[in-house]
Structure formats: C-alpha cells, structure tokens
C-alpha cells in the first residue's frame, strides 16, 4: 500500500487547477460566477433534463470564457445519428473534451447501453475530440463485480486519454486503485474525484446514493466514532476534504500514479468549496 510520509509537490500545486464538477439544473447560472475565470467545468447529464440541457449548459459556461467538459452519457443518446449531431454542436462550440459515463438512467434511450458502445459510436462518425474521459471505481460498483469494472476499463482505455474518479473520501483507496489498474497496463492519467466543502448530512446522503459507503465508515474510522462525531461538530456541521487532500498530495508528482489533477464534485454548492480551496492556496 502507499505510504504518505513524504512530499515532493504541496496541496497548493494540486489544488491551483482543479475540474469543478456542476449539474446543469436551475442554479448552474449562478453557481458558475464563483468559479475562477478561465476554470475547466465539467457539466452533468441529467436523467430527467437529458442531454440538450448539458449542451444548453456548456453553451453557457463557454460564452462566459470556462473550459467546458460536458458529460455525453452513453444512455441518453439515440444512436450514431444523434452523437453525430451532438458532436457537431460541441465542437462548434469549440468543444475539445467530453466525458463519457455510462449514464445514470436505468434504460438506455437507444443503441447504446454501455459507455464502451458510445467510444466505439465515436470511432464509427467523423468528429475526434482531442481528449475522452472514462469513469474510474476506486471503491467499485454496486451492481457490477471487480470483474466486470477490469474489463470494462480495459476495453474503454484504448479510446481513452484520461480516467476521472468516482469521488472518494479515503485517499489510500485512491492509491492502490491506481497501483492495480497500473498492474493490469492501464497507463492513462488519473483526475482524482474528491468530494467540495458541504454539509455532513447532505453529504452522507449524497454518498450513499452514489455508492461510496466504504468511504463514508473511512471517514468514521479515521479518528474513531467519538473523533468523527467531533470533528463534525467541530466544523459546524461542514465537510472539508483536507485529509484527502494530505493522503494525496505526496503522489501527486510519482510517475507511477500519474495523477493529472483533481475532479472536484461541487454539488452546486461552489462559493464555500472555493473559499476553503483559496484558503489552502493562502
């Protein structure tokens, strides 16, 4: 397992130039304007807004001068017909990363059931974004095996310029995910998922629903129980991810891990996660 004892590169460095993860739901105008100007925003599909919002939200985030990575879910597209005209909307955009998850809808709404359906749909029509980003599991799924997650990412990796994390609070489940998907060949950079500042409670529930229980009984164990009852209510109530931040930070110049940068998921709450991250900066 990784050891954290030393550093050659601070929290500053990895904290300069995160991605800031935002939904493109009603407060997506106003969450935007706290970001730093010029800031890469990865921007969300909705299974109940579907991908036209994300490309109405992308528009928006790039009149206003962000680096725009929308989300193209694999199942809320209809086919190679409509990811052709997606594609075409994003890079007259100038548009030159997407991110492709599966999606969160439990029935496809076309020919594509997998993210790996939609990277090969990508190959078969003639637009080429520079970069394509796939999800990592640093904890695994809930309904897929460790199995099944191997060779998935083993099949999307050669489509692929960079893995982005599901968020994560233990930052040593991070590193070893890292070291095995290293072990199996898989050599992309890795943008860590790391979760913003928020409330504990919504946090938990927001944790539980997108399956990273182990993280949560990290967060418990780390200095106990009675430690985690304090420390929420030391913090008035309000997670802040410096622990991951300080488990991370040693590794963040190792080859080995490759760690690009950091994936903050926002939840579209951004002025209190950039105040804490300008005060690390500070």
Request: hydrophobic letters at 35%; proline letters at 6%; one cysteine or more.
């Amino acid at each position: 397992m990784a050891q954290t004892t030393s550093t050659s590169r601070d929290s500053t460095t990895l904290l300069a130039d995160p991605r800031y993860e935002l939904m493109p739901f009603d407060t997506f105008g106003d969450q935007i304007k706290h970001l730093p100007d010029g800031a890469t925003v990865t921007i969300t599909a909705s299974p109940q807004l579907g991908i036209e919002r994300t490309i109405e939200a992308t528009e928006e985030a790039v009149e206003q001068g962000f680096e725009a990575v929308p989300h193209v879910s694999a199942r809320y597209v209809r086919g190679d017909d409509h990811l052709a005209e997606i594609a075409e909307q994003l890079t007259e955009l100038g548009v030159d990363d997407i991110f492709v998850p599966g999606g969160d809808r439990e029935e496809p709404i076309g020919d594509y059931e997998s993210a790996y359906d939609l990277l090969q749909g990508l190959e078969r029509i003639d637009y080429d974004f520079e970069d394509v980003g796939i999800t990592g599991y640093p904890e695994g799924h809930d309904f897929l095996s460790d199995e099944t997650l191997a060779e998935s990412m083993d099949n999307k990796a050669p489509y692929a310029t960079y893995i982005a994390t599901q968020l994560c609070f233990d930052p040593n489940a991070v590193l070893e995910w890292i070291e095995e998907i290293r072990a199996r060949g898989v050599d992309l950079p890795v943008v860590v998922g790391i979760p913003g500042v928020m409330k504990y409670s919504r946090l938990l529930s927001i944790s539980r629903k997108v399956g990273v229980g182990d993280s949560i009984r990290f967060l418990q164990k780390t200095n106990g129980i009675i430690g985690f009852l304090r420390q929420l209510i030391g913090s008035r109530g309000n997670y802040t991810p410096d622990a991951l931040i300080d488990g991370l930070q040693p590794h963040a110049d190792d080859p080995e891990y490759n760690i690009q940068s950091l994936h903050i998921y926002t939840f579209n709450q951004v002025p209190d996660t950039e105040s804490w991250r300008k005060g690390r900066l500070n």
